[in-house]
C-alpha cells in the first residue's frame, strides 16, 4: 500500500535549536513536498523536490532547508528555530505521470513547538 | 498569485441533512487549472476526495459531488446527505495540469451532529 510516513508525530524544540523532520515515502514518486499549515492559512508550500539530490524553494522557503537523499526521504531542517514556526508540517508525495497523476499523497502531519 | 477561497468554518450540520461548502478560485498563472478536493480526517493526513480536469465536468466521491465552473470560477463540494464520519476538515485546491505544486484554500471544518 502506499505510503508517506512522518517522524517524529510531535516535537517540542527550544528556540535556536535545530530541528529535522523526516519523510519516508513507498509510493516511487519522484514528487515529494513539505507543507506548514496554521490557522487562518491554507497549506503552505515550504520546499518541494523533484527527485534524489533535487530541492526547490516553494512560497514560504525563508528559515528551512531541504534534502533529498534517495527517492524515499525528504527532510525539512530549521537551522535555529524560531517561534514562528510552531506549526503542524505535513510531507506529501507525488508524480506526473501514471495512474497517480495530479494526485498528492499526504503524510499525517508533524506537530511541533517551539518554545 | 492564484488563491483559493473557501466557505470559512466550522460548519455544523445534523446528520441526513444536505451540505454544502463553497470553493471559489483565481487562477492567474495557470492557463488550464486543475481542481481538487482534499479531507483531513482527525489524527491523519490529507487524502484526496475527488478531482476534476476538465472544466464543466463533476467529480464524484463517496457521495460527495462538485462540478467545475469555469465561467463562475468555482468548485463547491456538495452532499445530499450528510453521516457523523463526515466530520473532517475539507480542502479546496488548484493546480496545473502536472500538478507539481498545489494551492490549498484555508480548509473548512465540517461538524455533523447526530
Known amino acids: 500500500e502506499a505510503a508517506v510516513t512522518q517522524s517524529p508525530r510531535n516535537k517540542v524544540a527550544v528556540t535556536g535549536g535545530k530541528v529535522t523532520l523526516s519523510c519516508n515515502q513507498t509510493n516511487n514518486h519522484n514528487n515529494m513536498y513539505w507543507y506548514r499549515q496554521d490557522t487562518g492559512h491554507g497549506l503552505r508550500l515550504i520546499h518541494y523536490s523533484y527527485g534524489a539530490g533535487s530541492t526547490e524553494k516553494g512560497d514560504i522557503p525563508d528559515g528551512y532547508k531541504a534534502s533529498r537523499p534517495s527517492q524515499e526521504n525528504f527532510s525539512l531542517i530549521l537551522e535555529l528555530a524560531t517561534p514562528s514556526q510552531t506549526s503542524v508540517y505535513f510531507c506529501a508525495s507525488g508524480d506526473r505521470l501514471g495512474a497517480s497523476q495530479n494526485t498528492l499523497y499526504f503524510g499525517a502531519g508533524t506537530r511541533l513547538s517551539v518554545l | 498569485g492564484d488563491s483559493v477561497t473557501q466557505t470559512e468554518g466550522p460548519v455544523t450540520v445534523s446528520e441526513s441533512e444536505s451540505l454544502i461548502i463553497n470553493c ?77 505544486r498545489l494551492t490549498f484554500g484555508k480548509g473548512t471544518q465540517l461538524i455533523i451532529q447526530p
Open chain 2, 24 to 100: 471559489t478560485y483565481s487562477a492567474t498563472s495557470i492557463a488550464y487549472p486543475n481542481l481538487f478536493w482534499y479531507v483531513r480526517y482527525p489524527g491523519e493526513g490529507l487524502q484526496l476526495l475527488l478531482k476534476v480536469i476538465t472544466a464543466g465536468q463533476k467529480g464524484s466521491s463517496r457521495g460527495f459531488e462538485a462540478t467545475y465552473n469555469k465561467e463562475t470560477t468555482s468548485f463547491h463540494l456538495q452532499k445530499a446527505s450528510v453521516q457523523e464520519s463526515d466530520s473532517a476538515v475539507y480542502y479546496c485546491a488548484l493546480g496545473d495540469q502536472g500538478a507539481d
